[in-house]
Every structure is written in C-alpha cells, then in structure tokens.
C-alpha cells in the first residue's frame, strides 16, 4: 500500500468528492479514483459508499479513517524530528487559537516566530469551541484551562490571572464600585460557551472564595467581542490578563476591585499525543512561555497585580 495512495484517500474523506480531491493534490481525477481502489483492495473493504450525487465514508472508512490519519501524521512528525536533529526544523504547525488570544496577542508573535524560522508554515483555526482533534483541521491548541482530557498531552505555559475591567468612560458615566456587593448594580459583559451564559463570576478575597450573579443585557460567545464591549464602555467584564494587557497598559480599560480577584486560570499547549511534538512544536512552545513572562511582567509593574 502505497503512502500517496494514502494521502488520496485522506483528501477524499475530507472533501467527500474525489474530483475536488484530486484538484487540492494536482491529479487527473481518474488517478485519485485508482488510489482508493487501490486501498480497498489492500484492505479487503470498500471505504466509501458512492451514489451517483455523493459520496461518504462507510461504517468500514469511518474505523479505518482515524488509524490512517493516525499514522501518516506519525510518520510526518518522525521525518521533522529527524531534520530537526540535523539543525533544519520546518514543518506544518495547524494550531487552534482561541478568538482575542489567537487574534491580538499570538497572531502578531507568529509573524516575527516565522521571519525567525523560515521553514515552518502555520495554519490558524480561531474558535472559541471546545477542540476536537478529529473533527477540527488542527493538530494543536493552545487553550485557557487546564486539560481535563487523559488522552491528549499538554504544555503549561503560564499561569494567567484574570482581571475586573471597565473603561473610563464606562466608570465616568456609572461610577467604579467600591465594595464588592456594588458589582450587582453594574451591567456585566458575558462570555457563552454553547448552551452555557458565565454570568457568576468567582473571585478570590483574603484566600476565601465568592461568587456573585451578575446581570447584564450583552452576552457573546467570541472572547473578542466582550473585551471590545467593555473598550466600548458597555459594562464591566472579566477577562484573562494576556486578553486586555494592551488595552489596560494604554489606557482603553481599567481594572476594578483591585482586593478582589477573579479566579484565575492557565494557558496550555495541548496536542493529541507524545508523537504530535515535533521540534517546531517545542519551538512554539518555548516562544510562547518566553513571551507571555513578558506580557505578564509588564503587568506586575504597572501594579496591576
């Protein structure tokens, strides 16, 4: 069995078309049809059911698909690690961000990551969804919280505290709260992640926690759009430290409730497995923790926390 052969059935699954296929790897469309056949025959099962108007995997394909895509990214990642033993690290990094994080924070850091590393491509995936290493076209995420998933592996990059903010012109019309029971009166900023609003924030006071019900009348499931809300002087919102630290260092927010602080959270680098870290991969992950030490550190001596 052929590893193009292969690659050919991948690219069909992917785009359910054999035609489109073929196009996306530079083939006639007879020679990708030949590919699948042949790895039917290798296999001893048909891998697609094909109707004159569509075609999809079959119960066979779809047992068979995970293990191929398994495989070939194996021996992708084993051919990067032996380039990177020799000195030249290239490779694909298809890196799941979440939307302000991947948007305004690493977005511009890749730039200057790839001028540094010529030979290493990316390709962004910008949702704020749970990741899906089989469902998603990404082979890596770097996500807020901690992995609670046993079978995926995963790089602490920092601790990230979060922060209560608002802008002047929000506290100028409103007022800034003074004790925390004050939060109640204030409109809050939600973020929703599927069916759930995270309308009860959770802080920290003395080391005891507290939670508070907020009200509020925006709620968005893009991060993004929640700190531009605040920017915008539509309420008060929580937001990871990394997310607002260029707008609290130029003044477009400010923190609240400095003796209050909200539940803080990690950034990590999670991948499906020990196979998927490939000297790129260690690259990235150590740009990251370097630059977010500087992000934070800008932070803490602007007292902020």
Not at 51 to 66: D, I, K, N, Q
Not at 93 to 110: E, T
Not at 162 to 172: E, G, K, Q
Not at 208 to 223: E, F, H, V, W, Y
Request: charged fraction near 25%.
């Amino acid at each position: 069995m052929l590893l193009d052969d292969l690659n050919v059935v991948i690219k069909v699954a992917e785009f359910r078309n054999i035609t489109a296929a073929a196009t996306h790897l530079n083939m006639r469309t007879a020679t990708a049809s030949a590919a699948v056949k042949r790895v039917e025959q290798a296999v001893g099962a048909e891998l697609f059911v094909r109707t004159t108007r569509s075609l999809r995997l079959s119960s066979a394909g779809e047992r068979f698909l995970p293990t191929c895509e398994q495989a070939m990214s194996m021996l992708k990642n084993a051919k990067q690690n032996l380039k990177g033993e020799t000195g030249v690290i290239e490779g694909e990094l298809r890196l799941g961000l979440s939307s302000d994080l991947g948007r305004n924070v690493i977005a511009p850091w890749l730039d200057d990551f790839m001028n540094e590393h010529e030979k290493i491509s990316v390709k962004l995936n910008l949702n704020d969804s749970n990741i899906d290493f089989y469902r998603d076209p990404i082979d890596l995420a770097l996500r807020y919280g901690s992995p609670d998933d046993a079978s995926v592996y995963g790089f602490k990059i920092c601790d990230v505290p979060r922060l209560l903010v608002a802008s002047p012109s929000y506290i100028s019309t409103y007022g800034a709260p003074e004790q925390f029971e004050d939060l109640q009166a204030h409109n809050g900023l939600f973020y929703q992640l599927h069916d759930k609003v995270y309308n009860e924030w959770e802080f920290v006071h003395d080391g005891k926690p507290l939670k508070i019900k907020m009200q509020g009348n925006r709620t968005a499931n893009d991060g993004e759009m929640v700190r531009k809300w605040a920017v915008a002087g539509k309420g008060v919102a929580v937001k990871s430290s990394l997310d607002a630290c260029d707008d609290i260092l130029n003044g477009r927010l400010i923190t609240l409730l400095p003796d209050y602080q909200p539940k803080p959270t990690q950034l990590w680098l999670i991948c499906p497995s020990r196979q998927s870290i490939t000297p790129a991969v260690r690259l990235l992950r150590d740009m990251l923790k370097t630059r977010c030490a500087e992000y934070l550190a800008q932070l803490k001596k602007a007292g902020i926390y």
